[in-house]
């Protein structure tokens, strides 16, 4: 499920328009760790891009607090 507490954070930086970099800072985590995130979240969504899994996020209005 996409609400899990890992991946839900960085699917809100996402919607947020973040880079990988920046979604690593405001979480407090590794870049690597975000990037692995991100990977699983295309993944679970069907998405071909951060673009689409946001678009996705949003159309299934997943809550996007990007921080903790």
């Known amino acids: 499920m996409i609400g ?3 991946t839900a ?4 930086c996402l ?9 690593a800072r ?3 985590i590794s870049v690597r760790t975000v990037t ?3 990977s699983n979240l295309l993944r ?6 951060r673009t689409e ?10 809550p996007s607090r990007p921080f903790h």
Request: charged residues 15%; proline residues 3%.
């Open 44 to 49: 679970k969504t069907g998405s071909a891009s």
């Open 9 to 12: 954070p960085v699917l809100g």
């Open 53 to 62: 899994a946001a678009l996705w996020a949003v159309r299934h209005r997943v």
């Open 26 to 28: 405001a979480l407090g």
């Open 15 to 23: 919607v947020a328009g973040m880079s990988n970099k920046q979604a």
């Open 4 to 6: 899990e507490l890992a």
């Open 36 to 38: 692995v995130h991100v």
